[in-house]
């Protein structure tokens, strides 16, 4: 089945580590995303992919890292400068353009202990 | 800026009785408008959008949401509530680039 493939689904991350989050999709969209959600703030976008080997910052970049080596990938790193990693991390992807509806991974939960 | 306002932030319906999710946006073009729903722990599905054309918009699981310019609104409405429309839902804005943005959710209960 076509979809958004996320990993871990739960991870747990001591302070001043990095860490890394998986997303893969075969769907061959074009465009990819990654949004943090936390309780009563809806979701905000980190970083965003329009296609291979370039990526543009979102509204909360800041402490985050992104690569577009391959078309179904788009990992993020949370780095130790994210002052606040505490969340709930989704992954999307679009076709295209002029498409609008974005597809949802599962997310991940990240708790930093 | 584009952004999106959803004024409740919990509603609690009986299960059978209407629904109506409120949702007002801000966008400097004509906008496209989506509604998504959230199961705890999951990703977001989308249950309708609107990109032009008719204002009433009908989607998945018996939802519509009708499109009002004058008002910057795009409500969302349900006839008759069922058990499992209880969940958290959003509503979105966006235009013609790559970017969605969201409101802050509304989070449903529906009672026996």
């Known amino acids: 089945d076509g979809g958004i493939t996320q990993s871990p689904k739960y991870l747990f991350r001591k302070e001043g580590q990095n860490v890394t989050l998986s997303c893969e999709q075969n769907l061959n969209h074009d465009a990819m995303y990654w949004y943090r959600q936390d309780p009563g703030q809806g979701l905000r976008l980190i970083y965003y992919?329009?296609?291979?080997?370039?990526?543009q910052k979102g509204d909360i970049a800041e402490g985050y890292s992104v690569s577009r080596e391959k078309k179904e990938s788009f990992p993020l790193t949370v780095t130790s400068a994210q002052k606040n990693p505490t969340a709930f991390y989704l992954c999307a992807s679009t076709p295209g353009r002029n498409t609008g509806e974005l597809f949802f991974g599962e997310g991940s939960r990240l708790t930093v202990l | 800026a584009q952004s999106v306002t959803q004024p409740d932030i919990h509603i609690t319906v009986s299960e059978g009785a209407s629904l109506e999710l409120r949702c007002n946006y801000s966008?400097?073009?004509?906008?496209?408008l989506f509604w998504y729903v959230q199961s705890p722990g999951q990703g977001l599905q989308l249950l309708l959008k609107?990109?032009?054309?008719?204002?009433l918009v009908q989607g998945i699981k018996g939802f519509e949401a009708e499109f009002k310019r004058s008002q910057s609104s795009f409500n969302l409405r349900k006839p008759s509530v069922h058990w499992s429309d209880a969940a958290e839902y959003f509503c979105a804005v966006g235009g013609n680039d790559y970017k969605l943005s969201f409101g802050a959710g509304t989070t449903v209960t529906v009672r026996a």
């Open positions: 966008y400097g073009a004509t906008p496209y």
């Open positions: 609107y990109f032009s054309g008719d204002t």
């Open positions: 992919s329009q296609i291979v080997n370039d990526f």
